[in-house]
């Protein structure tokens, strides 16, 4: 079964971009805007890792990581953010985050992050 992914990012052409690196990938994508009820969204498929978007959200973004944590504790998030607010990339990892990305995004690696998160989440290594 392939990597089921959710991208949570409020810069549509960023997330449309994303979205289309990451099908190529051969992942399984979703996409979404922080106003899509993500709370519904996460309760009710099952997500392997989340792409959440911080750098157009700032703090709204890090308050959709308890929610998301809440309703599907195994679901990896990775935080995308720019170098600008590095405070909130650290403070997403002291909540809980697997990772944190810098935009500009280095595709590959950002896709094996994604296999070892799926990896944790599955209690692989």
Do not use: C, W
């Amino acid at each position: 079964m392939g990597t089921r992914l959710l991208i949570i990012e409020a810069e549509n052409r960023f997330r449309k971009n994303l979205y289309q690196h990451l099908l190529a990938k051969g992942f399984i994508v979703d996409k979404v805007t922080p106003d899509d009820g993500i709370e519904a969204i996460v309760a009710a498929e099952d997500i392997d890792v989340i792409l959440l978007g911080i750098d157009g959200l700032g703090r709204k973004g890090l308050d959709l990581i308890r929610p998301i944590q809440r309703l599907s504790p195994k679901t990896e998030i990775i935080t995308v953010n720019n170098a600008d607010q590095m405070d909130l990339a650290i403070e997403g990892m002291k909540m809980g985050a697997f990772d944190d990305f810098m935009v500009p995004l280095d595709i590959d690696l950002l896709a094996s992050r994604i296999q070892e998160a799926k990896k944790r989440r599955n209690g692989i290594g």
